[in-house]
């Protein structure tokens, strides 16, 4: 671009002109800013933001002004031209640009990531093209003096070079426009560093006025050297340029692999035309054997249930029977844990359908003769958002599970229920007993585990920006949330630079090899602002938080088991949910755990096994069981 060297120019200029006291300041400062921004990607995307904005309009409005005539004919002026126009176009594309970064940034930041994926798609084209025809790109810019040299390039190296690093900018551009969140984190870290090499710089150029000047006797052994140096450089160029093209292309791969290997929601899932109004109602069912344990018989269903908003609604699961029984099998409702928010994220989905929602101790389920009813939850698998962490949705899909489970011809199931949950689970399977006395009256409902439940989900939602790892399971929250009350949205719950990055992350499975980009975002975002633009816990958020908390009496013995070591449902917020229901005259069977984390709670050495198993078989036997919080 003719702004580009002109603008090179004119900065070196100004660096020329300041005195050697506003150089040092100037390079502290940025490198100062640098150190600072490349640990907080937030804050780094807000300037980088302000920055490219501005800079876009500055550069193209300079392109635009240093406009130069050529010199030459035939070939060589045709090829001006064209390189004219070509930069001519960039000019008046950059101003547009960045007016129009600088008039949406106060909304949303998704521009800037797609500005930076289409830039370098249209860099690295123009590259191309030229290395395609040969146009020396000094050449093509006329910087030797103003005057377009107009000599075709012969030399094949550096043409090589140019075509190799125009298929990395490519191929990088691509993939930030597919990887968004990356793009502007890569974008913000990239700004950072090169604030801080402007200021080593500027330092340096300091330091160096304090040097006497030099004599220079002759520039003609420099000019040679510079002559000599060349090719040297050409063949630095290729080497790097193929390096670029390498990364690249693996980078590529990568991406390819995960996109490729995410998983597919199939026909099974599709909403049969004729939907019965009932819920419960079994709609479609296959055999299935995925990590379905030995002894034991899977199934796959498809059923009927109501959303969180009461609305008719499908929801998917799998059932597993012992192959031994000696009559109807008892029954145990599994209310899986967190696997995410997106279509494609539901358990059955999943290469390893258990293991993704934590099941604990299906072999011992299998063993003492009890079937399994695993409900993936409405809107994972089927069509609809998913209710995460939303009472009614995750409580009636429970239900309507058990319900549409007994209807399998195959699969003999006893009445008796107990429902297991963990984390995201022990928030449905505490809705579940809530629920059952007036939307499942039919069903006997024995009692309820919950194990690291995410009761006080208002409690949850305020301590995640301090979790490590809470900014995702915060987008899962915010995308959940957005999806089911009017009155909450995305774009007022994030801060605007954050917005792409909850977006992209509530739309990954945490059993996907795209998680990977997920956490990423995760851990460039530890040291800094919260996401949050407002404290989850104020306005209609919070409003809407507070309505999910389970705190309505149980007809059912209710067991909540914590982890103390548990660092992301809290200890101190769990016991003060169990004293919050002590206080209102309910008995929970309240255990914890030392040394026991968030999955290690239910992982098979962990005392709570042996703990369920007999818990659950008190219930099985109706057995009464004694009187909680502390009684």
Known sequence: MASRSGGHHRWTTLQRSLPRWALLLLGCLAVGVGVLLATRPLTSLQALGLYVGLALVALGAAALLDRRDSSGAGDTARAWETARAWETARAWGAIVLGVLILLWLRHDFDLLAWAVGAALVISGSRRLWIAARGVDSGAARGVDGGVARGVDSRDGVDRIAGGLLAGAEILIGLLGLRWPDLTLLAAAVIFAVRLVVVGVHLIGRGLARAQPARTQPARAQPARAGASARPRRAWVRLTGSALALLLAVGAGTLGYQARTSAPAVDAFYATPGDLPDEPGVLLRSEPFTRDVPAGATGWRILYTTTAADGSPATASGLVLTPEDADGPAPVIAWAHGTTGFATQCAPSLLTHPFEAGAMPALDRVVEQGWALVATDYTGLGTPGPHPYLIGAGEGHSVLDGIRAAQQLTDADLAPDTVVWGHSQGGHAALWTGQLAPSYAPDLDLLGIAAMAPAADVTALAQSLPTVSGGELFASYVIAAYAAH??????????????????REMSD???????????????LSLARDQSVYAT???????????????????????????????????QPADQQAYADRLCSA???????????RDHL????????????????????????TPGHGCGG
């Open 600 to 623: 290690s709670l239910v992982e098979p050495e962990s005392d709570l096994i042996d703990d369920l198993l007999g818990w659950t078989t008190d219930r099985f036997d109706r057995i």
């Open 535 to 569: 404290p989850p816990t104020h306005g209609a958020l919070g409003e809407a938080l507070a309505e999910n908390v389970p705190t309505e009496p149980f007809q059912v013995p209710v067991l909540i088991a914590q982890g103390e070591a548990d660092t992301l449902i």
């Open 485 to 502: 009350y009017p009155t909450i949205t995305l774009e007022e719950q994030v801060i605007p630079p954050a917005q792409t990055l909850v």
């Open 585 to 595: 005259g309910q008995s929970p069977d309240y255990r914890t755990y030392p040394d």
């Open 508 to 522: 990954r499975c945490l059993a996907e090899p795209s998680i990977l980009a997920s956490l990423v975002s995760v």
